[in-house]
């Protein structure tokens, strides 16, 4: 916390397990293109998240503080890029409460 510039940095805490999420598949190729079949619907997969890709982590991010510390709270969207085509949108929601 900044008392001088108001301010408050959070980071992201590492996962220590696979992230659970939903993968769907869409395709115009035809069926039997492939030796297997392209899964049809939402599949649930997990993520194991790298924890220490050459020391690169998510950024932390500042944000401003008006008033008390203890009623805060706010929301995020970073855009993630994937090398492979597989982007997407990391929405980080935060509240601080006082224990």
């Given at each position: ?15 220590l ?33 790298r ?18 510390w ?30």
């Amino acid at each position: 916390m900044d008392a001088v510039r108001q301010t408050i940095t959070l980071m992201l805490p590492v996962p220590l397990m696979p992230l659970p999420y939903t993968e769907t598949i869409t395709t115009d190729e035809p069926a039997g293109t492939h030796s297997t079949p392209t899964p049809k619907g939402p599949q649930p997969r997990q993520l194991a998240m790298r924890t220490s890709a050459g020391g690169a982590s998510a950024p932390p991010m500042t944000v401003p503080l008006q008033g008390s510390w203890r009623s805060h709270s706010g929301e995020r969207v970073v855009q993630l890029d994937g090398k492979a085509g597989e982007s997407g949108r990391l929405t980080i929601r935060w509240r601080l409460t006082a224990p």
